[in-house]
């Protein structure tokens, strides 16, 4: 097994093992709970209260620039976290790394249902581990050539899977809390 196909395959298990089967079923209500009182969300067109809203469709994400994000910062929904991971996490990376169409949060056209956002993941999963599979050491070692990050390309595959381990366990809990929103029994789809 190559070095590349070693760091693939660490965030593929995780994948595989963990988060992939634990989005099974996601619904449009567990999608979108709002666990606190202003959340960050993707929201319909229009209907934002966050200082920002990227996107370029009918729905948005909730955003600030950085020196406008609230403190404590607001805690994120699923769909929030989902739209992270596709956009921030994946899909920049795609794009400047394996040759993928760019990605950019202000014209990204957001999900809005769970089946969709899932449908988005999995193709940028796909691609980003397809692409991650295809370096070699040389490519692993150098700083990519495209792309605002200067760090060997390596780091940059280990900072992804800790990303998505990171936000996959959020996205966990945070599924675990809603199907067991006042002491009752979950529900499985």
Same mark, same amino acid.
């Given at each position: 097994?190559?070095?590349?196909?070693?760091?693939?395959?660490?965030?593929?298990?995780?994948?595989?093992?963990? *988060?992939?089967?634990?989005?099974?079923?996601? &619904?449009?209500?567990?999608? =979108?709970?709002? +666990? @606190?009182?202003?959340?960050? /969300? #993707?929201?319909?067109?229009?209907?934002?209260?966050?200082?920002?809203? !990227?996107?370029?469709?009918?729905?948005?994400?909730?955003?600030?620039?950085?020196?406008?994000? +609230?403190? +404590?910062?607001?805690? &994120?929904? #699923?769909?929030?976290? *989902?739209?992270?991971? #596709?956009?921030?996490?994946?899909?920049?990376? @795609?794009?400047?790394? =394996?040759?993928?169409?760019? #990605?950019?949060?202000?014209? =990204?056209?957001?999900?809005?249902?769970?089946?969709?956002?899932?449908?988005?993941?999995? !193709?940028?999963?796909?691609?980003? /581990?397809?692409?991650?599979? !295809? *370096?070699?050491?040389?490519?692993? !070692?150098? +700083?990519?050539?495209?792309?605002?990050?200067?760090?060997?390309?390596?780091?940059? @595959?280990?900072? @992804?899977?800790?990303? *998505? %381990?990171?936000?996959?366990?959020? %996205?966990?809990?945070?599924?675990?809390?809603?199907?067991?929103?006042?002491?009752?029994?979950?529900?499985?789809?």
């Amino acid at each position: 097994m190559t070095r590349s196909e070693r760091l693939a395959e660490q965030l593929d298990w995780y994948w595989r093992t963990n *988060l992939r089967p634990r989005l099974e079923g996601l &619904t449009d209500e567990e999608y =979108f709970w709002e +666990p @606190v009182h202003d959340c960050w /969300n #993707i929201r319909p067109r229009g209907t934002s209260a966050a200082p920002m809203s !990227e996107g370029s469709g009918e729905w948005t994400m909730d955003s600030a620039s950085p020196d406008t994000v +609230p403190v +404590p910062a607001p805690v &994120t929904t #699923i769909a929030w976290r *989902l739209s992270h991971i #596709i956009v921030s996490c994946l899909g920049y990376r @795609v794009g400047w790394h =394996f040759g993928g169409q760019d #990605i950019d949060s202000e014209t =990204f056209a957001y999900a809005g249902t769970a089946d969709e956002a899932l449908k988005q993941l999995d !193709e940028m999963y796909g691609r980003w /581990n397809a692409g991650v599979r !295809e *370096l070699s050491d040389a490519d692993l !070692e150098d +700083p990519p050539a495209v792309g605002p990050e200067r760090r060997p390309m390596e780091g940059i @595959v280990l900072h @992804v899977n800790r990303e *998505l %381990i990171h936000h996959g366990a959020e %996205i966990s809990l945070l599924r675990d809390l809603c199907l067991r929103q006042d002491g009752a029994v979950p529900r499985r789809t």
